[in-house]
């Protein structure tokens, strides 16, 4: 990686400072210096011009409307490759050989069943609990079932417990389902692939035989390998952040999936289906669009906006065209949801107030229009989310466990409190 130098006057004083390239994308200044030669913190509440680390993994230009995975474009990756393909990519860095694909698929699949008593663990839900809720605890508790991977210094830990993570996810994600909806656990099936396991665990029931659509698995897959990972996003920084104490990787990821549920985040796509609801018809979104414009009221147009594109979401795109295979698979012509959000795209594209402010479909705007059409309440679609993100999790962990350069993430403050004062005895309060 190539250096050169920036120069900073601040406080009165000439700083030179480091500035570091990357391979491709905005090169950045190296201020870890700059409290020590001037006493002054740099401040970005949002991190909007603050990259926290290096990676190699995910790389998205926000104008250009590019996301890559070590190199690869979403696009190819989700149109040639499967989950578990990328899933390798994400962790290993290279595209795996028909062996180590095959290698992968049969470890991951030898993973997907959960201790026993996770059953029980589940019981003491409210059978109404949030999935999200449950995926939150279970996760976390995963630590309390499984010791022999938690040892975060040894490699072979590391990558046990991050094949179990992988593998389990879908698990656990259809046991909360089936608690929610009060039928009996599926177990995992070690013949069905990845996605195909996951439907089964969430759609069969013991009275009758159950058959997965191969259109409704392929798309399931596709809409996995488009959550897979993005670069330093909220829930991502939160793991990296969890993980740079040393904590153990299932508690990192249970706080990943823990900031994932925000509605400004990962809760976007329940929250986006919520407002297509809300709007209910064409004739309504003027209504909506005016109020989303309108800096007095807080709503605003779920599935739309991002921190980094500022051009079409290429995963909206992807997302949009697995809607419309999967409603005609499903034989659903005229979803009303769906002419909802056709024509709300539309409008705001055409809006100046969205146009200005760049303001595309995201992944989230199309996915709950597809989930819910596949059968999932609306409460489990930032679930799907969380199980397909959990490798992106992962492998952005082991980056950042296994850099020589690692220390505890300490984000310093700008202090606007009170100065110091000295304690008032309680007779002399008034
Ligand atoms: C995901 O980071 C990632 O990579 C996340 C993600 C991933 O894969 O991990 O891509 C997944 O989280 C996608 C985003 C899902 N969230 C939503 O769809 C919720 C709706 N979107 C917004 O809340 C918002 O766009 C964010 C949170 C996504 C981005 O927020 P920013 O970058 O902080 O932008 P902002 O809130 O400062 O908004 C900039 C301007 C504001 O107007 P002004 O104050 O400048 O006048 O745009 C307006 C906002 O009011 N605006 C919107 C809007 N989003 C931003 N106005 C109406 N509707 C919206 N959706």
Partial sequence: MSSSSGNLKVGGKDVELPVKDGTIGPSVVDIGKLYGQTGMFTYDPGFTSTAACESKITYIDGDEGILLHRGYPIEQLAEHGDFLETCYLLLFGELPTPTQK??????????????????????????????????????????????????????????????????KMPTIAAMAHKYSVGQP????????????????????????????????????????????????????????????????????????????????????????????????????????????????????LMGFGHRVYKNYDPRAKIMQKTCHEVLKELGIKDDPLLDVAVELERIALSDPYFVEKKLYPNIDFYSGITLKAMGFSTDMFTVLFALARTVGWIAQWKEMIEDPGQRIGRPRQLYTGSPKRDYIAMAQRK
């Fill in 102 to 167: 095959a290698d992968f698929d049969h470890r991951i699949t030898r993973h997907t069943m959960v201790h026993e008593q996770m059953m029980r663990f589940f019981q003491g839900f409210r059978r109404d609990a949030h999935p999200m809720a449950v995926m939150v605890a279970s996760v976390g508790a995963l630590s309390a079932f499984y010791h022999d991977s938690t040892d975060i210094s040894d490699p072979h830990q590391r990558m046990v417990a991050s094949m179990r993570m992988i593998a």
């Fill in 185 to 300: 656990f599926v177990y995992p099936k070690n013949d069905l692939d990845y996605a195909s396991n996951f439907l089964h665990m969430c759609f069969s029931v013991p009275c009758e035989e159950y058959k997965v659509n191969p259109v409704l698995s392929r798309a399931l897959d596709r809409i996995f390998i488009l959550h897979a990972d993005h670069e330093q996003n909220a829930s991502t920084s939160t793991v990296r952040l969890a993980g740079s104490s040393g904590a153990n990787p299932f508690a990192c990821i249970a706080a990943g999936i823990a900031c994932l549920w925000g509605p400004a985040h990962g809760g976007a796509n329940e929250a986006a289906l919520q407002m297509l609801q809300e709007i209910g018809s064409v004739d309504n979104i003027p209504k909506y669009i005016a109020k989303a414009k309108d800096k007095n009221d807080p709503f605003r």
